[in-house]
């Protein structure tokens, strides 16, 4: 009897489950036209305040990476070996470069959302902002790897700093 209810609770919820997932697909296309104009809108005040943002992030990034080329060089010149920090600075350059290309194609990708015929072609403006989104949350995703590069060089600055006593 118990098994009997259990199957029975578990086919509800499969039932639930695909209802639900339905529901959370492609909007309608009546819809996403009611409603494009009002978030092309928004999107063109996101892409503005964006650039704003991106350009203080690369220029603390910049900045970021010139004292870690500083500080390499003055342990070097010290005859301080940290080929840690040499690769956790490269590792952070890197990052930097894939953030800058990441942004430009999340700016073009978020453009031509901008820019598409939601009225007329709903389906290919909701593609094209499901597509901006992904690139958004790449973004993210390369800020956290810089954070996590920045963490690791502090780090490892500290540990130098205790190994030689300054």
Do not use: H
């Not at 430009?104 to 499901?130: H, M, Q, S």
């Amino acid at each position: 009897m118990k098994r009997i209810i259990i199957f029975g609770l578990i086919a509800v919820l499969a039932v639930n489950v695909s209802a639900v997932q339905q529901a959370f697909a492609v909007p309608d296309d009546a819809v996403i036209s009611a409603s494009c104009q009002t978030v092309q809108s928004t999107l063109t005040k996101i892409e503005k305040t964006d650039v704003v943002s991106r350009l203080n992030r690369v220029r603390s990034y910049e900045s970021l990476l010139d004292l870690m080329f500083a500080m390499n060089a003055r342990l070097a010149s010290n005859r301080i070996t940290s080929p840690e920090l040499s690769e956790i600075t490269a590792m952070f350059e890197q990052g930097l470069d894939d953030f800058r290309n990441d942004y430009n194609y999340y700016d073009d990708r978020l453009g031509e959302a901008i820019g598409a015929d939601c009225v007329n072609a709903p389906t290919d403006f909701y593609n094209k902002l499901t597509i901006a989104r992904s690139a958004r949350a790449t973004l993210r995703e390369d800020i956290m790897e810089l954070s996590s590069y920045i963490d690791s060089y502090y780090d490892e600055l500290g540990k130098i700093s205790e190994a030689n006593k300054w």
